[in-house]
């Protein structure tokens, strides 16, 4: 069975889009730890980030560097993050976050709850930025 990312890549489930090329999907994560949290997966699903094949694996942090720069531009933060669990759904992915400190990446801080009118604009103001 396809993992969720892999329906949302397919456009079998919504999601709020932010950029997206032959290989690769990026999008808001909808329990985000901050506000322009984005999920940048590949569009082959492969369950662990080790796995993924080393030209998809480098070409990966390229394609994610604008959309740093861009949540960079979108909030104001000392940087943008980047983690990489896997353990909540199989399929590689890394989220990118606009953090102040390291704890701005603990995941097992509450999550926001967005409505849909924010969601949407926090997904205009990273494309806008790109």
Request: net charge negative.
């Given at each position: 069975m396809a993992s969720i990312f892999s329906r949302i890549i397919a456009g079998e489930i919504p999601s709020y889009?932010?950029?997206e090329d032959d290989r690769?999907?990026?999008f808001l994560d909808i329990a985000?730890?901050?506000e322009g949290h984005v999920l940048v997966v590949p569009k082959n699903e492969t369950d662990k980030i080790f796995d993924v094949d080393?030209?998809?694996?480098?070409?990966?942090l390229v394609f994610a560097k604008p959309i740093a720069k861009a949540i960079e531009r979108?909030?104001?933060?000392?940087r943008c993050g980047i983690?990489?669990?896997g353990l909540e759904v199989p399929h590689a992915?890394?989220?990118?976050?606009?953090?102040d400190s390291a704890d701005d990446l603990n995941f097992t801080r509450p999550k926001l709850k967005l409505e849909v009118r924010?969601?949407?604009e926090i997904q205009q103001k990273i494309i806008a930025n790109l």
């Amino acid at each position: 069975m396809a993992s969720i990312f892999s329906r949302i890549i397919a456009g079998e489930i919504p999601s709020y889009k932010i950029a997206e090329d032959d290989r690769f999907f990026a999008f808001l994560d909808i329990a985000p730890l901050r506000e322009g949290h984005v999920l940048v997966v590949p569009k082959n699903e492969t369950d662990k980030i080790f796995d993924v094949d080393n030209d998809i694996l480098a070409r990966w942090l390229v394609f994610a560097k604008p959309i740093a720069k861009a949540i960079e531009r979108s909030f104001p933060c000392n940087r943008c993050g980047i983690s990489v669990i896997g353990l909540e759904v199989p399929h590689a992915h890394m989220h990118l976050v606009p953090i102040d400190s390291a704890d701005d990446l603990n995941f097992t801080r509450p999550k926001l709850k967005l409505e849909v009118r924010e969601m949407e604009e926090i997904q205009q103001k990273i494309i806008a930025n790109l």
